[in-house]
C-alpha cells in the first residue's frame, strides 16, 4: 500500500523559509512515470498545486509561486522536499503531498503550517 507522510515545522516566521518533507513507502519516487506532487489549501478556500517532480528529478511549478519554490529529492530516503521562500502570512495552510499517476490517487494527510511572527 502506498502511503505518503509529510513532515515539518507547523509554525513559521514571515521572510522565513518554509521547508516540508514527504515520506513515501510503498512505492519508489524514482520509477514509473509519476508525478510527486506538493498542493496546499488556505484556510476558506480551494486547493492550489504548488509544483512537482519526476521519477527522473524533472520539476515543474505554479507559475504564480515558480519564483519562490523548489523540490528536492533525496532517493536514499524516498523523500522528496518542498521549499518556500519568503514567506508571508499568506502561505498559512494545509500542506499536502500527492502522488499523480492520471489522477491524484495517493495523499499525506496533510499538515498545518502557519506564518505568523
Known amino acids: 500500500q502506498v502511503q505518503l507522510q509529510e513532515s515539518g515545522p507547523g509554525l513559521v516566521k514571515p521572510s522565513q523559509t518554509l521547508s516540508l518533507t514527504c515520506t513515501v513507502s510503498?512505492?519508489?519516487?524514482?520509477?514509473?512515470?509519476?508525478?510527486w506532487n506538493w498542493i496546499r489549501q488556505p484556510p476558506g478556500k480551494g486547493l492550489e498545486w504548488m509544483g512537482f517532480?519526476?521519477?527522473?528529478?524533472?520539476?515543474a511549478f505554479s507559475p504564480l509561486l515558480k519564483s519562490r519554490t523548489s523540490i528536492s529529492r533525496d532517493t536514499s530516503k524516498n523523500q522528496f522536499t518542498l521549499q518556500l521562500m519568503s514567506v508571508t502570512p499568506e502561505d498559512t495552510a494545509v500542506y499536502y503531498c500527492?502522488?499523480?499517476?492520471?489522477?491524484?490517487?495517493?495523499w499525506g494527510q496533510g499538515t498545518q503550517v502557519t506564518v505568523s511572527s
Open positions: 500527492a502522488r499523480y499517476n492520471q489522477r491524484y490517487d495517493y
Open positions: 510503498g512505492d519508489s519516487i524514482t520509477t514509473n512515470s509519476y508525478g
Open positions: 517532480v519526476t521519477s527522473s528529478g524533472n520539476t
